[in-house]
């Protein structure tokens, strides 16, 4: 191995991490690229792979593939344990063994985890949709829920398994409610005959009085219509207590009798933040320079979710994918600009807007935060951008060809329950 | 429900079962259809899956989706746990509960297992590819070895991560050694880069002095050269005395160190055969009369590996899918004959043949037990036949274009490590 060559570290391949690493390739520089998955995933679809439209191989790509002709960049599979600033090098655990790898400089990208508020019942009892295991345990959580319905006699506990509650009137929590009650509505449904008597509800639960905060008002009441137009029942004001395998209780007493609470109303940031030993912002996030440095340092940088920078209007930046990979692309490029003695930019925000899909042919967008859109045209441009978005040709067709086919068959084939030995969460009466 | 109705209960959604509950659903009878598993496996490619070819839901199809428009249909999700001739009734375990299902008539069609022939070292370091669990742990393996063997120091070690051992000289033998050593050198080898210094080998050790022991001895012979020009070591004559989780040990004390064992050397009848109290056959299968019945019973009928059966030669009939399909399509036959009055029909075998792929435009065939035919004019009968035979419109679409992909670029793209917490086998040092 070259020695001679910086050596530029990077904690994680998601966003933030994946640019930075593709922006330093075709520079002089040697990267290492850790993360603890071997594929980068494209989490605006993982409620997609909940609700079994996509296979996970579709959203994710292996890391290697992605540099494969790259021979600067080394893909590491493991966990950072420990960060020394002072002696400049990363501790990694991979397969039962550590090792210890030397930084020049140091990306620190491992983005956002659910955030549970410190509520123990919650984190217990209910999924979250954070990571591509998330996605695939609540798929098959979800399908042995009504291979269970369906053979119970006992009236109640088959309502509370058809009972599924979203927690969070954000994208991901409108996103998962629609796709559930489209899933059960168009495809199991069908399935399930006359003999079983099923009947699913999916309930959305947002705290506050409205979905979709950063929406204008209009958007957000479109969004609600539309929800409750595919057959999700919305409650607003809805303030989670506590959780329990079967059901949850609601601050005002309210109790509904459920086995699956998917959880998706915060994020925080990865708590390997706490290994630089700094003073944390909102959220556990880690403050951060215009220019993408760490606060009081000159070699370590954070981008993405668990990075906190402030706008001119002191509103900070948002956990959102366009926020990361323009950080992480900012991070990479100030890396080379330090090593040729260059000054370093700072970070303008370039916002196209945001868009939150609510099942076949709704949604709504706000295109530059300015132009509002409905329906199918919104519908079409999430399609549109999110097909584009997605890395890896391959992937682009696998998932457009299952797109047409879902659309047009209503019919979802990816339904395998894989994991014989449930985990957690199974909520058995017997 | 309907109790006038004859029902039919048929344990296991493989070929036999499968084909069974297919050609009654059009009769006037109740049918209940048992399986461990929510799909129907595609078994000839699983070794598809564990080299990351394929999809698991490209090979496997949800039994309720095949039977979503007969509501004569009922799909049961659960493992039987006894089966009682006296009372006509079947016990199963599903989702903690039990239930009991009665039947006028039962097929028993739960298949067949690895046969590790008592031998416990074996049993625990080795990993089959009898059923979908088994591909996927064993895909995740092999790409967690990869990994592993990046990042270590030991020479020893590494060598020893880099040689898989494929024991068994049947088609299931051939097509995954050809594929592993395919899945290195055409796809991992590239994003390995000469930091690593990997380098693979795939061992195929096979007992008896020959590979595919019912093939004409030209075939034999084209198969192990076909093998070889892949770049598969073959070793004839070889048996397998121990396994350990880092190496295998031969009869005549050869020792190769190993953390890939993948024991492809045989297969015995489901254990579930078990519950009839029988004297059963070689390989623990059940015999049958020539009208698929249990000897000594009428209306329970074993069809597919678990059952045997001899042929006018006194030659048992293989275990193979076209049996296990055509016994499935005769015992349901049979039973509405049994309804009717009518008397029973005796089995016929249709054998058009058996053919093996062995790589990239490798593969032999003898079609119809008479005509030979090699290289790459088998390789695509192989890949037409295996396409026909495929389960469903959108899974036969969705592998043929991973086939395209994967033949023109040399990559595969389904190769995430969905398993953080590895099962045994694993064999770390650390």
């Known amino acids: 191995m070259n020695q001679k060559r910086p050596r530029v570290v990077i904690i994680g391949a998601g966003f933030a ?9 075709s520079h002089n520089v040697e990267i290492i690229l850790i993360d603890r998955n071997n594929f980068h995933t494209f989490s605006p679809l993982l409620y997609q792979v909940a609700t079994c439209a996509l296979d996970p191989s579709a959203i994710a790509y292996p890391v290697r593939s992605i540099f494969r002709h790259r021979d600067n960049v080394h893909f590491m599979l493991g966990e950072v344990v420990s960060i020394n600033t002072d002696n400049h090098q990363v501790e990694v655990r991979t397969n039962g063994q550590t090792h210890t790898e030397s930084y020049d400089s140091l990306i620190v990208a491992a983005g956002s985890v659910t955030n549970h508020y410190g ?6 009892n209910s999924f979250g949709l954070k990571d591509l295991d998330d ?32 927690v969070g009137g954000g994208p991901t929590g409108l996103e998962t409610a629609g796709a559930l009650f489209e899933l059960y509505n168009h495809v199991l449904k069908q399935e399930y005959d006359d003999w079983h008597d099923l009947k699913a509800k999916v309930i959305l639960l947002e705290a506050t009085d409205k979905l979709l905060a950063p ?32 059901h949850v209780k609601l601050k005002d007493g309210q109790i509904i009798p459920t086995h699956t609470l998917v959880w998706s109303a915060g994020v925080k940031a990865n708590p390997l933040v706490d290994m630089l030993n700094l003073e944390l912002q909102r959220a556990g996030r880690i403050p951060i320079e215009p220019t993408i440095q760490v606060e009081g340092y000159d070699n370590v940088y954070a981008a993405g979710d668990l990075a906190y920078l402030e706008d001119e209007n002191g509103q900070p930046y948002p956990m959102l994918i366009p926020a990361a990979k323009q950080q992480g692309i900012l991070a990479a490029k100030n890396i080379i600009r330090q090593m040729k003695g260059e000054s370093l930019e700072t970070f303008k925000y370039i916002d196209r807007g945001i868009m939150a899909t609510i099942g076949r042919s709704r949604a709504v967008a706000y295109i530059y935060n300015r132009i509002p859109m409905t329906g199918w045209l919104a519908w079409m441009a999430w399609l549109w951008l999110h097909l584009v978005m997605l890395m890896g040709f391959r992937n682009r067709i696998s998932v457009f060809v299952n797109w047409v086919w879902n659309y047009w068959t209503y019919d979802r084939s990816v339904r395998l329950i894989l994991d014989r030995n449930p985990a957690r969460n199974e909520g058995d009466v017997a």
Do not use: C, N
Request: proline content about 1%.
């Open 215 to 246: 929406y204008p008002e209009s958007l957000q009441e479109e969004a609600k219509k539309q929800l409750e137009s595919v057959g999700v029942e919305v409650m607003l004001g809805a303030m989670v207590e506590s959780v329990a395998v079967d």
């Open 119 to 124: 509520q123990q019942s919650i984190e217990t």
């Open 17 to 25: 991490g994946l640019y930075a690493a593709k922006t330093l390739a």
């Open 135 to 166: 996605a695939v345990r609540l798929r098959h959580h979800i399908l042995r829920l009504f291979e269970k319905a369906a053979w119970t006699d006992d009236q109640d506990y088959k309502s509370a398994l058809m009972t599924m509650v979203v």
